[in-house]
């Protein structure tokens, strides 16, 4: 077939699916599947997990290469099994599966973003959530752009953050927003009101956040950074 929407339509029906158990076996949201039918694109990442979980092709997914059947024997269905908060016990091996967004905080200068669309989710342990005293509904994990948080974070590493985690502790870093630019600094908490923003990165000067940004919410804590997943 040609053209990306019409091969999905294909696995739809083949596979018996609607919109919404697409979006739920892809991890998504069921306005993400009405984006990939109307722009006829996805990420590779979602496409990733669509193919593993319906035996098709990436290749043919993604550019109507070769056979729709799935021929990599390697790829294997994950056995994790999302559940609810209030599913979670004591016990330290269930896990709970936390949406990765399409959009990217900066380590440098600044990123800007209009979107937020899941493309596919990690497992958390609900230990491991239980004891940092997070909630799963206050998680967004996100990529990192620019080298500005180096040796810390690199570029297009993976973070998350606790969104009810607002308040300022110093030497911690933050997701923070300055009008529409969306950054990942470390802040310190000034006697004056204002704000300190340091990089890791030498290379980078602090940045001050006046106590009257703060004020008309020019400046606003996205929540902290409490977990990091790196390539070295």
């Known amino acids: 077939m040609g053209s990306l929407s019409e091969r999905l339509k294909q696995i739809m029906t083949e596979k018996n699916l609607n919109q919404t158990e697409l979006a739920k076996l892809a991890g998504a949201s069921p306005q993400s599947v009405t984006n990939w039918l109307k722009r006829n694109s996805m990420s590779k990442n979602v ?119 607002k308040i300022v502790r110093d030497g911690k870093m933050y997701a923070i927003r300055i009008g529409d630019v969306q950054k990942i600094k470390t802040l310190i908490q000034n006697s004056d009101g204002s704000i300190t923003m340091r990089s890791y990165n030498a290379n980078y000067k602090d940045e001050i956040v006046a106590k009257e940004q703060i004020e008309c919410g020019e400046f606003t804590v996205i929540g902290r950074v409490w977990w990091i997943s790196s390539i070295v």
């Open 47 to 165: 496409a990733r997990i669509i193919c593993e979980k319906t035996g098709y092709s990436i290749d043919w997914l993604l550019f109507g290469l070769g056979q729709d059947a799935h021929t990599d024997t390697n790829l294997k269905p994950s056995r994790l099994q999302p559940i609810t908060w209030e599913e979670i016990s004591t016990t330290n091996t269930e896990f709970v599966e936390v949406p990765v967004l399409d959009i990217h905080l900066s380590a440098g200068d600044g990123y800007y973003n209009t979107e937020e669309n899941e493309i596919y989710t990690l497992p958390f342990r609900a230990h491991t959530l239980r004891r940092e005293g997070i909630h799963v509904e206050n998680l967004k994990v996100v990529r990192v752009t620019g080298d500005s948080m180096e040796p810390k974070l690199s570029d297009n590493d993976t973070v998350s953050i606790d969104t009810a985690d």
